[in-house]
């Protein structure tokens, strides 16, 4: 094939390269107080626990988003982290200055009246805010979640 019949084509792929986001990795100091922590006081499940040598995939997810997940990652020196940034990130995170994103609920009062109960840490009770009631919240690790009931 000559190079005119290859630049006369369209050669670009059509398809849907990137159909949706499937894994959020949330950093965590220690991977077995982080698991009991989600499915005990969370009520999410346990999608993969896998270990290859040193390195445990741990992720879970609410049992009603079959497709979406959390990875449970420990804070480690690895192929992504040198030591010193490992340090670095496990300050951060323990200063409880990282946020881990927003769990969405269909009652925000209700849930947290249930997971202070089960000695989740609050840092704010659910208030009304323009897009909904939200409470915000720390897991064990430090890592800050919005808990929010949309309108």
């Not at 369209?10 to 220690?30: E, F, Q």
């Not at 999608?47 to 741990?58: I, K, Q, T, V």
Request: overall charge negative; aromatic content about 8%; some cysteine.
């Amino acid at each position: 094939m000559t190079f005119e019949e290859v630049r006369g084509r369209d050669l670009r792929y059509h398809g849907d390269m990137i159909t949706k986001p499937s894994h959020a990795c949330v950093y965590v100091t220690d991977q077995d107080r982080a698991r009991a922590f989600y499915t005990e006081k969370l009520g999410m499940e346990v999608r993969d626990d896998a270990r290859m040598g040193s390195f445990r995939w741990l992720s879970v997810a609410p049992k009603t988003q079959p497709d979406a997940c959390i990875v449970l990652m420990l804070v480690a020196p690895g192929p992504m982290l040198s030591e010193d940034h490992a340090n670095q990130l496990r300050t951060l995170l323990e200063a409880g200055v990282l946020g881990a994103g927003v769990l969405e609920t269909d009652d925000c009062r209700r849930d947290y009246d249930e997971l202070k109960a089960k000695g989740v840490q609050f840092v704010r009770e659910p208030k009304e805010m323009p897009y909904g009631i939200e409470a915000l919240m720390r897991d064990d690790s430090g890592n800050f979640y919005s808990l929010t009931q949309r309108r």
